[in-house]
Structure formats: structure tokens, C-alpha cells
């Protein structure tokens, strides 16, 4: 059973940037597509990025492309998303999930096996 935990979320202002972590416990992430999803207030959970297991097929969701990137640390077990130039709409609670489908990347929610709790971002115009 993979745990997953989120962190490095908070109260930025726009413009800034800021990096995710995601670090697995309990089994190796290295087999596993990773991806994050948002859920922002009064929405549903969306798709914002995810990657393979070697990192080789990347996806971003169209409002994130160009500012935001996905990378993995196998050896460390640990999946990062990095937000630059934020803006007040990227305000959400921000999940890693991974999915045993490990050559692509699902933009759907439904496919992805286990999640983390979530953090926060907030990001004040």
C-alpha cells in the first residue's frame, strides 16, 4: 500500500512561485504514472499534470501549460510540481495520485489508485 503525502503548499501572492512535493512511503513510486489534480472552491477535482514512470510522457492541463512543470526523483521516491507565475485561479487543494498504468498518463481521476491528503494553495491577487 503506497502512502502519499503532499507538502510545500501555502499563501502566496500572484506572480509567484512555488514547488510541490509528493513523497511516497510503503512501496516505490518508480513503477507508477504520477499525476496532480486541484480542486479549487465550488469545483471539481481536475487534472493538472502527470508523468510516467521514466518521466519520458509528460501532460498539463491547457491552463498550466508553459508555467508549471512535472518532475521525478525515483531514488528518492518523490514526485515534484513546480508553479511559476501563479495566478489567483491555480487556488486549490493540490493531491498527488499514482496509477499502476505506468506508460501513460490519464488525465481522469477515476484511473489513478492512490492519493495523498492534499495541500493548500492559495495564491492572493
Known amino acids: 500500500q503506497v502512502q502519499l503525502v503532499e507538502s510545500g503548499g501555502g499563501l502566496v501572492q500572484a506572480g509567484d512561485s512555488l514547488r510541490l512535493s509528493c513523497a511516497a512511503s510503503?512501496?516505490?513510486?518508480?513503477?507508477?504514472?504520477m499525476g496532480w489534480f486541484r480542486q479549487g472552491p465550488g469545483k471539481e477535482r481536475e487534472f493538472v499534470a502527470g508523468?510516467?514512470?521514466?518521466?519520458?510522457?509528460?501532460s498539463f492541463a491547457n491552463s498550466v501549460k508553459g508555467r508549471f512543470t512535472i518532475s521525478r526523483d525515483n531514488a528518492k521516491n518523490t514526485v515534484y510540481l513546480q508553479m511559476n507565475s501563479l495566478k489567483p485561479e491555480d487556488t486549490a487543494v493540490y493531491y498527488c495520485?499514482?496509477?499502476?498504468?505506468?506508460?501513460?498518463?490519464?488525465?481522469?481521476?477515476?484511473?489513478?489508485?492512490?492519493w495523498g491528503q492534499g495541500t493548500q494553495v492559495t495564491v492572493s491577487s
Open positions: 495520485a499514482a496509477d499502476s498504468t505506468y506508460y501513460r498518463v490519464s488525465d481522469q481521476s477515476v484511473e489513478y489508485d492512490y
Open positions: 510503503g512501496g516505490t513510486i518508480s513503477s507508477y504514472t
Open positions: 508523468l510516467t514512470w521514466s518521466g519520458a510522457r509528460r
